[in-house]
């Protein structure tokens, strides 16, 4: 089984908010456990969807996020000309925001689906494709996270002289 899920949920302060937490979770499709940790006020999932989880906690009357590790870069040339790096997203895992100083292309080595949120707020599901490269040019503003179930990864190319 893949590694739980975690959650931040700041507002967690006691034995009652364990429970009542628990309990809401207890009634989430697909959950297998749940362990709510009071110190580090977080809530460790197994199963269940990120939507379905967030909503149950907060039908509770808290706050949760979703915590995400980071994703992981190798690089894997950089002449000068073009950088070229393969980002691996494991389940819950993001770049953390960052500005493109190039313009790139990104050729996908799975199919799958990212989260891209921008600077302003606004959160969508990206779909890529094994092998469809596309390209975006330098300025972009961003954090790249997957929220899947599945490991998604691609190369990204940057060209050093844009
Ligand atoms: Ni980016």
């Given at each position: ?8 949920v700041p507002e967690i ?63 894997q040339l950089d002449d ?59 300025g972009v503003a961003h ?20």
């Amino acid at each position: 089984m893949a590694s739980p899920t975690i959650y931040s949920v700041p507002e967690i302060s006691c034995e009652h908010c364990v429970a009542a937490i628990t309990t809401a979770l207890s009634d989430v499709a697909g959950v297998a456990s749940v362990v709510v940790d009071l110190e580090g006020k977080s809530v460790a999932v197994d199963g269940g969807s990120v939507v379905a989880v967030i909503d149950a906690i907060d039908q509770a009357g808290f706050d949760a996020t979703r915590t995400r590790s980071a994703a992981i870069a190798e690089q894997q040339l950089d002449d000068g000309v073009v950088r070229v790096t393969r980002w691996t997203f494991p389940p819950g895992s993001e770049t953390g925001p960052h500005v493109h100083q190039y313009d790139y292309v990104v050729v996908p080595v799975t199919n799958g689906d990212l989260t891209i949120e921008t600077s302003d707020g606004e959160s969508s599901v990206v779909p890529i494709e094994l092998g469809v490269s596309y390209q975006r040019g330098k300025g972009v503003a961003h954090n790249v996270a997957n929220d899947g179930q599945a490991t998604v990864a691609f190369v990204e190319v940057e060209l050093l002289d844009s």
